[in-house]
């Protein structure tokens, strides 16, 4: 991977068979992805050459700069873009058409050109219920959700999980206005039965003491050893069958990951999130089954080495 992302003006041009892909943020130096779609695209290579002059990399691009920047990378021959922060929700205004999944999180991180036109997907979703199925042998219908934080990440995580049919899906926030904001989101689409929110001020532990539940951190406590957990209750006090699952991927074993594990419940970080809604990206991108196991390898290799 090249040390240093792209800035707008520098970024490579394509022109058929060679395509370019891209994920844009601000900053965007800590992003991993082009390892793991390059490894994709490596072994989609092997089985057709169409995709040997297929490439993806990372752009920083500030937020004032997205719709500009949209028209420049369909000019250099770019077919897909991931977004991630600070452009998650401010690229709808800039889109062409959405997807029904990302119109209702509110939030993209998936953009594919046709026929000109930037259509807009959310696919943070189908990483988080792939990672919980596969890491944690969870099964979100009729599961008890309760969710960390307010913002992007946990807005697709909600959605996801009432669409799947959750029986409870509990927003956690520090910030009342966030989450009265998420709260009101959710309301217009689902049934108030299944959803509720607490700030601090308002949290009853007595409601989820030796009570099994999904737990998601999508806040960003945790990215330092410093942070203290974002979780307001021990997690000995969950029931036994409770699982933690923490979008943070590095440092790969956050305090809350440690709390759960010194619990006794089962837990996994967000590497595995990262990497299945890359791999249904790319499958937008290029209408193939794309091995999400080879993207894994080579986050740990990544990692490890």
Known sequence: MRKRPFFLEEIP???????????????????????????????????????????YHRVDIKAENLA??????????????????????????????????ASLIGAINTLCLRDGEWFGYNTDGYGLHQALRKDLGCEIPNSKILILGAGGAARAA????????????????????RLHDLLSLLSNHFE??????????????????????????????????????????PCTELG????VYDMIYN???????????EAGLSFANGLSMLVYQAAKSLEIWTDQEVCAERMLEAAKNYFSG
Request: glycine share 6%; proline share 5%; charged share 20%.
């Open 13 to 55: 041009q394509f022109t058929l068979p060679s395509i370019g892909l891209a994920v844009l943020g601000h900053p965007i130096s800590h992003s991993i992805s082009p390892v793991l779609h390059n490894a994709a695209l490596s072994d989609l290579s092997l089985k057709d050459s169409a995709f040997k002059g297929w490439s």
């Open 68 to 101: 500009n920047a949209l028209v420049t990378f369909a000019e250099a021959g770019y077919l897909g873009l991931n977004l991630t922060i600070p452009h998650k929700v401010e690229a709808l205004k800039s889109v062409d058409r959405l997807d029904s999944e």
């Open 158 to 177: 909600a959605v996801k999980c009432l669409l799947e049919g959750a029986s409870t899906v509990h927003i956690h926030n520090r910030s009342p206005e």
């Open 192 to 233: 108030h039965s299944r959803i509720s929110g607490t700030t601090v001020s308002n949290f009853r532990k007595v409601e989820f003491i030796d009570q099994d539940w999904i737990v998601i951190n999508a806040t960003s406590l945790g990215l330092s050893e410093e942070d203290p957990s974002p979780f307001c209750m």
């Open 240 to 243: 036994k069958k409770s699982v």
């Open 251 to 261: 440092p790969a074993k956050t305090k809350l990951l440690a709390e759960a594990d």
